[in-house]
């Protein structure tokens, strides 16, 4: 007759009535690999959250963009209309797209409602910078700021404040006590919001952009405005632009700090930089709790194994083998890893959700995250367990029945 | 059934070997109660373990119903454990976290019995050895008669050809004590072979032969 083993799933139902009588042994042993799962899946899915919006941001930007931003708070105007026509006399074969900007808040009415809504004044170019969709209608053209038309075109947000509905064209509303007519509103825009050193992505969403002509009383082509945004047509080209650019705005203007160049994209790059080292940073920290975790399991498996010697004994001489007492730890430990597991699969997510809440931190689970962390737990499982099973399996039956 | 020639058993300590057992040659026939008896640390538990097949002899030959142990590896001397021997110790050992009747279906465990059929066959036995009303108890809560109870109920559940009891009535009261002897009897009325080891004269009288262990040589008993 030959020996028959036990299957592999018979080992679980007795391990977890042994977990029920000792129960404090094995939550220990759960949690080690519970809190060294959670700690990775929260770092790998801030890691991810932070790629993520980095490459949503980059879309919504462009590498190619660069803001001339006016930093002065006196009102000597810092960028006009003559800074404009140089700029496409020495650099227009460079640039595929230039807008200017200019932006202030104003109360908008629309019947009985109002609203503080931020306008931005600015040219048909604005939509080419930020390659904006719209929902319906059209966006500003030269046209309306050689005539000065007061019309508007809505963020897809203040189309709903205003209208409840965002096919508004063709309705009137009053900023101040002028009266605008709405050509366009702009489609749906879930990118996130970035603010980065002094520069903030613009809030889309929440805006009106109406002719820059109109929010000056000056002669069309003597305008002022606090911001430039200058689209490149190619981003391999802005380095070698930065000299001109200082040269046709004053160099001694960006030494005094009244006019500043953004690169979004150098911006962001730095942004990722720092994501980087966190991420590394709270990995290592991770990975040194996973180990605590998994030195914490092996010395429960291992003091269970030595309160356990009379029962090892006990089933050697009923008639197991070495084999079968292998198995039946090495279950043991892959079940405390599944458990554990998927314990810090659910912290891990749920924690994940408090940072990203409280600490307004991006934070994406993807599957490939969970996989990983999983197979992390089960990694840890048969590294601590293999070494305590191993040494039960080899305890002599008349050693371990004596203790 | 049992058959030894010239088993020596010696254990290693650091600078020494400690001879054990010498010598011993032992038969014993099919349906044969034998009881050992001896003062403690003559070796009677060395020579149980390995006639139970628990540990190898250094020298001699063994045959254990027609097979011959002493040439056999871990999983064969497993094999044989499971097949044909059940053990009853001094210390009642059991898997505390388990059962009464997983404790008891623990042989048929190993040896790939469906677990309703294990839990049938222990609630069998429990119920011949007294203990029908206490199968959702832990070993835990048991006193030391049922304990050995329980023990000769798991001992059983193989239908082994050769009973090992060391010291089974070493922690009981003489009440227990013959109660347990009883269960021997009957069992070996019913033509179980056991070997038995104990301290206790009245018990090895229930035996039909024997020995004093001595400094670990095997001799027929005067009485």
């Not at chain 1, 048909?124 to 700021?145: M, Q």
């Not at chain 2, 057992?21 to 014993?28: A, E, P, Q, R």
């Not at chain 2, 044909?84 to 059991?94: A, H, N, R």
């Not at chain 2, 039909?208 to 001799?219: K, T, V, Y």
């Given at each position: 007759?030959?020996?028959?083993?036990?299957?592999l799933?018979?080992?679980?139902?007795?391990?977890?009535?042994?977990?029920?009588?000792?129960?404090?042994?094995?939550?220990l042993?759960?949690?080690?690999?519970?809190?060294?799962?959670m700690?990775?899946?929260?770092?790998v899915?801030?890691?991810?959250?932070?790629?993520?919006?980095?490459?949503?941001a980059?879309?919504v930007?462009?590498?190619?963009?660069?803001?001339v931003?006016?930093?002065?708070?006196?009102?000597?105007?810092?960028?006009?209309s003559?800074?404009?026509?140089?700029?496409?006399?020495?650099?227009?074969?460079?640039?595929?797209?230039?807008?200017?900007?200019k932006?202030?808040?104003?109360?908008?009415?629309?019947?009985?409602?109002?609203?503080r809504?931020?306008?931005?004044?600015?040219?048909?170019?604005?939509?080419?910078?930020?390659?904006?969709?719209?929902?319906?209608?059209r966006?500003?053209?030269?046209?309306?700021?050689r005539?000065?038309?007061?019309?508007?075109?809505?963020?897809?947000?203040?189309?709903?404040?205003?209208?409840?509905t965002?096919?508004?064209?063709?309705?009137?509303?009053?900023?101040?006590?002028?009266?605008?007519?709405?050509?366009?509103?702009?489609?749906?825009?879930?990118?996130?919001?970035?603010?980065?050193?002094?520069?903030?992505?613009?809030?889309?969403?929440?805006?009106i952009?109406?002719p820059?002509?109109?929010m000056?009383?000056?002669?069309v082509?003597?305008?002022q405005f606090?911001?430039?945004?200058?689209?490149?047509?190619?981003?391999?080209r802005?380095?070698?632009?930065?000299?001109?650019?200082?040269?046709?705005?004053?160099?001694?203007?960006?030494?005094?700090?009244?006019?500043?160049?953004?690169?979004?994209?150098?911006l962001?790059i730095?942004?990722?930089q720092?994501?980087?080292?966190l991420e590394?940073?709270?990995?290592?920290?991770?990975?040194?709790?996973?180990?605590?975790?998994?030195?914490?399991?092996?010395?429960?498996?291992?003091?269970?194994?030595?309160?356990?010697?009379?029962?090892?004994?006990?089933?050697?001489a009923?008639?197991?083998?070495?084999?079968?007492?292998?198995?039946?730890?090495?279950?043991?430990?892959?079940?405390?890893?599944?458990?554990?597991?998927?314990?810090?699969?659910?912290?891990?997510?749920?924690?994940?959700?408090?940072?990203s809440?409280?600490?307004?931190?991006p934070?994406?689970?993807?599957?490939?995250?969970?996989?990983?962390?999983?197979?992390i737990a089960?990694?840890?499982?048969?590294?601590?367990?293999?070494?305590?099973?191993?040494?039960?399996?080899?305890?002599?039956?008349?050693?371990?029945?004596?203790? | 059934?049992?058959?030894?020639?010239?088993?020596?058993?010696?254990?290693?300590?650091?600078?020494?070997?400690?001879?054990?057992?010498?010598?011993?040659?032992l038969?014993?026939?099919?349906?044969?109660?034998?009881?050992?008896?001896?003062?403690?640390?003559?070796?009677?538990?060395?020579?149980?373990?390995?006639?139970g097949?628990?540990?190898?002899?250094?020298?001699?030959?063994?045959?254990?119903?027609?097979?011959?142990i002493?040439?056999?590896d871990?999983r064969?001397?497993?094999?044989?454990?499971?097949?044909?021997?059940?053990?009853?110790?001094?210390?009642?050992?059991?898997?505390?976290?388990?059962?009464?009747?997983d404790?008891v279906?623990?042989p048929?465990?190993?040896?790939?019995?469906?677990?309703?059929d294990?839990?049938?066959?222990a609630?069998?036995?429990?119920?011949?050895v007294?203990?029908?009303?206490?199968?959702?108890?832990?070993?835990g809560?048991?006193?030391?008669?049922?304990?050995?109870r329980?023990?000769?109920?798991?001992?059983?559940?193989?239908?082994?050809?050769?009973?090992?009891a060391?010291?089974?009535?070493?922690?009981?009261?003489?009440?227990?004590s013959?109660?347990?002897?009883?269960?021997?009897r009957?069992?070996?009325?019913?033509?179980l072979?056991?070997?038995?080891?104990?301290?206790?004269?009245?018990?090895?009288?229930?035996?039909?032969?024997?020995?004093?262990?001595?400094?670990?040589?095997?001799?027929?008993?005067?009485y």
């Amino acid at each position: 007759m030959q020996a028959t083993n036990p299957g592999l799933f018979s080992y679980i139902l007795p391990a977890f009535k042994m977990w029920q009588v000792k129960r404090l042994q094995a939550l220990l042993s759960i949690a080690g690999i519970a809190i060294g799962v959670m700690g990775f899946v929260v770092v790998v899915a801030m890691g991810q959250g932070a790629r993520q919006e980095f490459s949503r941001a980059v879309g919504v930007l462009g590498t190619s963009t660069v803001i001339v931003n006016s930093t002065s708070t006196d009102s000597l105007p810092q960028l006009n209309s003559q800074m404009l026509v140089s700029m496409k006399k020495l650099m227009g074969h460079e640039l595929s797209a230039m807008a200017p900007v200019k932006q202030t808040y104003r109360t908008a009415y629309m019947q009985r409602k109002s609203q503080r809504m931020r306008i931005v004044g600015t040219s048909s170019a604005y939509r080419d910078v930020f390659s904006l969709a719209l929902a319906n209608g059209r966006f500003l053209a030269p046209y309306d700021l050689r005539q000065r038309q007061r019309v508007a075109v809505l963020g897809h947000d203040t189309a709903m404040a205003l209208f409840a509905t965002s096919q508004a064209s063709g309705k009137v509303f009053r900023l101040g006590r002028e009266w605008f007519t709405v050509i366009g509103v702009l489609a749906t825009d879930r990118s996130p919001l970035m603010k980065l050193s002094g520069f903030q992505t613009p809030d889309t969403a929440r805006s009106i952009y109406v002719p820059l002509t109109v929010m000056t009383p000056k002669a069309v082509d003597d305008l002022q405005f606090s911001k430039l945004l200058l689209k490149f047509a190619d981003d391999q080209r802005i380095p070698a632009a930065i000299p001109l650019l200082q040269r046709i705005f004053g160099a001694s203007r960006f030494s005094q700090q009244k006019l500043e160049l953004i690169i979004p994209y150098q911006l962001l790059i730095k942004k990722k930089q720092f994501q980087n080292m966190l991420e590394l940073f709270l990995l290592g920290i991770s990975s040194i709790i996973l180990t605590v975790g998994i030195a914490g399991v092996l010395n429960v498996m291992l003091v269970s194994i030595n309160t356990r010697r009379s029962e090892i004994g006990l089933r050697r001489a009923v008639g197991a083998t070495r084999n079968d007492i292998l198995q039946q730890f090495m279950i043991e430990g892959l079940m405390l890893a599944i458990v554990g597991g998927t314990a810090g699969l659910l912290a891990g997510w749920w924690l994940g959700v408090i940072v990203s809440s409280w600490f307004d931190l991006p934070v994406l689970f993807d599957s490939q995250t969970v996989l990983t962390g999983f197979a992390i737990a089960l990694l840890a499982g048969v590294l601590s367990a293999t070494y305590p099973a191993i040494k039960a399996a080899g305890l002599h039956p008349v050693e371990a029945l004596r203790s | 059934m049992i058959q030894t020639r010239s088993l020596d058993k010696s254990y290693q300590l650091p600078g020494q070997q400690v001879p054990v057992l010498k010598n011993i040659s032992l038969d014993v026939a099919e349906g044969e109660f034998v009881a050992i008896m001896g003062p403690s640390g003559t070796g009677k538990s060395t020579l149980l373990n390995l006639l139970g097949c628990l540990d190898m002899a250094d020298s001699g030959s063994f045959t254990l119903d027609q097979e011959m142990i002493s040439k056999m590896d871990d999983r064969a001397l497993a094999d044989i454990r499971k097949r044909k021997l059940g053990f009853v110790f001094q210390s009642t050992s059991f898997i505390d976290y388990l059962d009464l009747p997983d404790n008891v279906a623990m042989p048929g465990f190993y040896s790939g019995m469906s677990r309703a059929d294990c839990r049938h066959r222990a609630i069998d036995l429990l119920e011949q050895v007294g203990l029908g009303h206490r199968l959702s108890h832990l070993p835990g809560q048991l006193s030391g008669g049922e304990s050995q109870r329980v023990a000769i109920a798991r001992a059983l559940f193989n239908r082994p050809r050769l009973l090992l009891a060391d010291e089974p009535t070493g922690n009981l009261d003489s009440h227990n004590s013959s109660e347990i002897v009883n269960m021997l009897r009957d069992l070996n009325a019913e033509g179980l072979t056991i070997v038995l080891i104990t301290h206790d004269e009245a018990v090895a009288k229930a035996a039909d032969r024997i020995f004093i262990m001595e400094d670990g040589s095997l001799s027929h008993a005067s009485y």
